[in-house]
């Protein structure tokens, strides 16, 4: 197929999968020159979504030219933590609205392709004149997810990437590795405006220390919304206490308020520590409106009277313990 024909010139969203399609061989990815010749030929295309697309880069190749997609809105790349990288570097991104980066895992050995990867993203963030507000982040820890949306939901939470990437990311990486998440993600957090951030989501955080959490949260001084979705570890409970100073609603879903650590018997359990901490920032002027609970287990009466001492709570009375 000749990329460089005249008519792709008009072509406004291009898919390609070269997992799902084995006929997609390297014959036809060619080299990176040859696709980004072949990319540079279709300056109205404004959707490009590659997962296990891009050629190999050749190791005597030391630089590669830079291209322009001018109308490039969004960006979606699923392939190795290198081959991303690379990829992100030889682009220019002036009107995109939308970056996703979701490289396979990497091991402890990519870490400085992972570095190059946040270098790469951080350029391809500056190239547009107006930065993209940023409302919400949300933070799979133990999945490796940080995404940055550019709107909340109609309640005013974060929303909730299922299957595909919800349309109101403006930029997001999934990155699975074996580097601990405090070794990448503040950086992350760095290149993204955070001073309109009003909503956040914790999902999957049950291996949270105290110290990453603040790494990851201290940033966040405008939240009004936190929502924590799955497993969860006592670290949150903790940081809840001073975290997040003008947080007017903390919703929890699916979460165990039992939670321990089966290793550590005299663990206090993650409802304990909560209310622990809610008493604490209640005492320091931290004031919040709800509590909201859905769908939980390891509840107590006792423990949400306790709460209610701290906050409204709305509650919908699923997993109360005897």
Not at 9 to 18: F, K, M
Request: hydrophobic fraction near 40%; glycine fraction near 8%; charge should be negative.
């Amino acid at each position: 197929m000749d990329w460089t024909a005249p008519i792709f010139r008009g072509l406004t969203s291009l898919t390609i999968d070269g997992i799902e399609v084995p006929e997609y061989s390297s014959n036809i990815k060619g080299d990176f020159s040859h696709m980004l010749s072949a990319l540079e030929n279709m300056p109205s295309l404004q959707t490009l979504s590659l997962t296990g697309a891009l050629p190999p880069q050749h190791l005597n190749t030391s630089t590669t030219r830079q291209i322009s997609l001018p109308a490039l809105a969004t960006l979606r790349v699923y392939d190795e933590v290198d081959q991303c990288a690379h990829f992100l570097d030889c682009l220019v991104l002036p009107c995109a609205t939308s970056i996703v980066i979701q490289p396979y895992e990497a091991e402890e050995s990519d870490a400085n392709a992972v570095g190059c990867l946040l270098s790469a993203l951080r350029a391809r963030l500056r190239d547009r004149p107006i930065p993209i507000p940023i409302l919400a982040v949300e933070f799979g820890v133990d999945s490796g997810l940080v995404a940055a949306y550019t709107s909340l939901t109609e309640d005013g939470v974060t929303p909730h990437w299922v299957g595909e990437p919800p349309r109101s990311i403006g930029v997001a990486i999934t990155l699975l590795t074996e580097l601990a998440p405090s070794g990448w993600i503040p950086e992350f957090l760095e290149m993204i405006p955070l001073s309109s951030v009003r909503a956040t989501a914790i999902r999957g955080a049950r291996d949270l220390t105290v110290e990453v959490g603040r790494q990851f949260f201290d940033g966040l001084v405008d939240v009004r919304v936190c929502e924590v979705v799955g497993e969860i570890g006592p670290a949150f409970a903790t940081l809840i206490s001073t975290c997040f100073p003008h947080l007017e609603r903390l919703c929890f879903r699916g979460i165990n308020f039992g939670y321990r650590d089966v290793d550590d018997e005299m663990e206090t359990p993650f409802r304990e520590t909560l209310a622990l901490s809610l008493g604490e920032r209640l005492l320091n002027g931290g004031i919040l409106e709800a509590i909201e609970i859905e769908k939980c287990v390891g509840l107590t009466q006792d423990i949400i009277d306790r709460y209610k001492l701290s906050s409204r709570v709305e509650w919908d009375w699923c997993g109360l313990e005897e």
